[in-house]
Nanobody, 118 residues
Framework: VELVESGGGLVQPGDSLRLSCATS????????MAWYRQVPGKQRELVAR???????TYSESVKGRFTMSRDNAHDTAYLQMDSLQPEDTAVYYC?????????????WGQGTRVTVSL
């Protein structure tokens, strides 16, 4: 299973970015997808989760500003980030969790950096 994130960059406060997570090698429609972020010295933080069969949920810090979606036809997940703030600066990681043999296997992308600064 491979996950490749893209779409990060340097933006100003109030700007928008759209992150993509292209996956391969899994049954995407059966997998739970999530976006996490991490800043140096802190634990990885859950941003949004899109289960295979349930609605998307968000952390309180991004609710109303970020929108996660998934395109099962193209095995890709997205994170639309609006009204970005400096505190959103982090490396954003995509996670895929798929059921396999009674267990859940977890896969991660390499991350894409988002910097929000004047």
């Amino acid at each position: 299973v491979e996950l490749v994130e893209s779409g990060g960059g340097l933006v100003q406060p109030g700007d928008s970015l759209r992150l993509s997570c292209a996956t391969s090698g899994s049954i995407f429609s059966m997998a739970d997808m999530a976006w996490y972020r991490q800043v140096p010295g802190k634990q990885r933080e859950l941003v949004a989760r899109a289960p295979s069969d349930a609605r998307v949920t968000y952390s309180e810090s991004v609710k109303g500003r970020f929108t996660m979606s998934r395109d099962n036809a193209h095995d890709t997940a997205y994170l639309q980030m609006d009204s970005l703030q400096p505190e959103d600066t982090a490396v954003y990681y995509c996670q895929l969790v798929e059921p396999w043999g009674g267990e859940n296997l977890e896969w991660w992308g390499q991350g894409t950096r988002v910097t929000v600064s004047l």
